[in-house]
């Protein structure tokens, strides 16, 4: 074979392996592609069964009031902390946390003996003074006769009534003091302000108690109430005097209460009011508890199917919808279940649709 031929040979190779890789190539790439498979012409897959005899409901929708729960606590409108005017020793504690007490009932005793002692002083110095002044007034009263008489001089008059109204504003001062040490001496019997029950004792006998530290913590069990921040377009709708619904999750209860006061100036951070609403007395409420205020905030169209109609797979929620004789099976996301027997649908249907229930 000559040199032409040769290379001739290896020029036709050179150009024909290329095009058979890239043949190749393409081939490969269309059968990756399901070229050579049976196409199936594009629609909806009929996954839908035919029905003889079956229970149906139509779904219908219904407008009904929203509210928006407003997170709130449980505090007591009459609350009061109990402390000392005084630097003593405690000598005496009557009551624990949790018990009731009335009003004017003794519940801490300070020491006061010498308290007591300036009360006796102060007794007998006006007990002195008394006597004084009775004869101060005496011998005024005889220096008017005498003076009437023309026995006594003018100046005899004037001195025994300058010694008279001088011993009458000491003896009104040693009432004073009398007064005074007595107030002091109360101020060791604290007793307490109000009807209520006792939240805690910050204190035990044999303590010093400081002038104005908390001792003992009282509220009013009467008086408890709801508070709670409102953001301002809600709390701008409600009135004093409106009922409003409260829910108590801990002891699952729900309560009605009055709006009883609506601070009026917003929260600058929040921008919400303050709304306080009053409850009711109940025996288990205790104040800090956790409750959620029900405000009204407009009406909404909502849908509710029989719970038998719905029928879960894993943890999704379907139900079976009529279409022309036929069950399709549709995803729905289900809401909460306030009517008996029946549960609310947020998403998966509308008005008019006709769902399959079962026994």
């Given at each position: 074979?000559?040199?032409?031929q ?28 399901g ?21 149906s ?25 109990i ?64 003076f ?13 009534k ?45 303590n ?29 709708t ?23 006061e ?39 169209q ?21 279409i ?29 649709d ?6």
């Amino acid at each position: 074979m000559s040199t032409p031929q040769i290379q001739q040979e290896k020029a036709v190779k050179k150009i024909i392996i290329p095009v058979l890789a890239l043949i190749i190539l393409l081939i490969m790439v269309a059968w990756l592609a399901g070229y050579f498979n049976n196409k199936v012409p594009p629609g909806f897959e009929k996954t839908s069964t035919e029905l003889v005899n079956f229970d149906s409901y139509k779904v219908k929708s219904s407008t009904e009031a929203i509210f928006e729960g407003i997170a709130a606590s449980i505090t007591a409108k009459q609350a009061t902390i109990i402390s000392s005017r005084l630097l003593a020793r405690i000598e005496q504690i009557n009551v624990r946390s949790g018990d009731n007490v009335k009003k004017g009932d003794v519940l801490i005793i300070l020491e006061h003996n010498d308290l007591s002692s300036r009360v006796i002083e102060a007794r007998e110095q006006v007990n002195a003074m008394i006597a004084r002044y009775t004869e101060a007034q005496k011998n005024f009263e005889r220096a008017k006769e005498l003076f009437n008489k023309k026995i006594a001089s003018q100046f005899d008059l004037d001195k025994s009534k300058a010694d008279y109204q001088s011993i009458k504003a000491e003896l009104t001062a040693a009432k004073q003091s009398l007064a005074q040490a007595q107030t002091t001496l109360s101020y060791a019997t604290l007793r307490a302000p109000i009807n209520g029950k006792v939240v805690d004792r910050f204190a035990e006998p044999g303590n010093t108690a400081q002038a104005g530290e908390k001792l003992l913590s009282l509220y009013n069990p009467l008086s408890l109430r709801v508070e709670a921040q409102v953001r301002e377009q809600l709390a701008l709708t409600l009135t004093q005097g409106q009922s409003v619904t409260v829910e108590l999750p801990t002891i699952k209860q729900k309560l009605v209460g009055l709006v009883e006061e609506i601070v009026p100036a917003a929260n600058t951070g929040s921008r919400s009011f303050l709304i306080k609403v009053s409850l009711s007395y109940q025996e288990n409420l205790l104040p800090g508890m956790y409750a959620r205020l029900l405000i009204p905030a407009g009406d909404a169209q909502k849908l509710y199917i029989p719970k038998n109609s719905v029928f879960h797979i894993g943890q999704l929620d379907f139900v079976h919808v009529l279409i022309d004789g036929q069950s399709q099976k549709r995803f729905v996301r289900i809401g909460a279940n306030v009517k008996p027997g029946f549960i609310s649908i947020i998403s998966g249907l509308v008005d008019g649709d006709i769902v399959v229930t079962t026994d």
